[in-house]
């Protein structure tokens, strides 16, 4: 089956710098990568979409300068945490789906940032 | 405004059990209903999936049954099992194209099997 590499799996940074989540569509070519926030016992919470070299498209609320996605080629999408407080500790998942109609998303392992 | 409504929160049952998870959506746009297993850890895995022509789907201990004109699905687990502890969740996706394979989550379902 489809299988989306996310990583890093776990990452601990300071306040004050930037981290960058990779997630890789390994044996597809994912025209469509989604990124999600997880909170402890909570839901999905969609940020943005991003679309193969195009600008992404963020969720109500999501600051773009914050969260800066990068989509470049059709394997490999990128999650920039800019200038990381506290506040911004969470369990962050990306998902993809290689074509437009009815296929099922697959979601990477997700990357656990912590922030000191 | 949530869009699919998930109950209950959270399900203890018994090994050799039957766990039912229910949803509700409103949108009558959606077209593709899954649901995904989630591991403490780790992203969600797709379980199971549903489309709205079809009232039933059945895959090993596991059955989607859809109430189209209800607008309600719900997960079967059948001959629960330790192992099936984790969260559950069941997602509704509209439209076609590439933006229409952006999910929408219910809130989740923490499952308990005890043995």
């Known amino acids: 089956g489809a299988v989306v590499s996310q990583h890093p799996s776990r990452v601990i940074c300071k306040s004050g710098t930037s981290v960058k989540i990779e997630c890789r569509s390994l044996d597809f070519q994912a025209t469509t990568m989604f990124w999600y926030r997880q909170f402890p016992k909570q839901s999905l919470m969609l940020m943005a979409t991003s679309n193969e070299g195009s600008k992404a498209t963020y969720e109500q609320g999501v600051e773009k300068d914050k969260f800066l996605i990068n989509h470049a080629s059709l394997t490999l999408s990128t999650l920039t945490v800019t200038s990381a407080h506290p506040e911004d500790s969470s369990f962050y998942i990306c998902?993809?789906?290689?074509?437009?109609?009815?296929?099922?998303?697959?979601f990477g392992n997700g990357t656990r940032l912590t922030v000191t | 405004q949530q869009q699919v409504k998930q109950s209950p929160q959270s399900l203890i049952v018994q090994k050799g059990g039957i766990s039912i998870i229910n949803c509700a959506y409103e949108?009558?746009?959606?077209?593709?209903f899954p649901w995904y297993q989630q591991f403490p850890g780790k992203g969600p895995a797709l379980l199971i999936a549903i489309r709205p022509d079809v009232s039933e789907k059945k895959e090993g201990r596991f059955t989607i049954s859809f109430n189209k004109s209800a607008k309600q699905f719900s997960l079967h687990i059948m001959d629960s099992q330790p192992g099936d502890s984790a969260t559950y969740f069941c997602a509704a996706r509209k439209g076609r194209g590439n933006a229409g394979n952006m999910l929408t989550f219910g809130g989740g379902t923490r499952l308990m099997v005890k043995p």
């Open positions: 998902s993809a789906s290689g074509t437009p109609d009815n296929s099922p998303l697959h």
């Open positions: 949108n009558t746009a959606f077209d593709y």
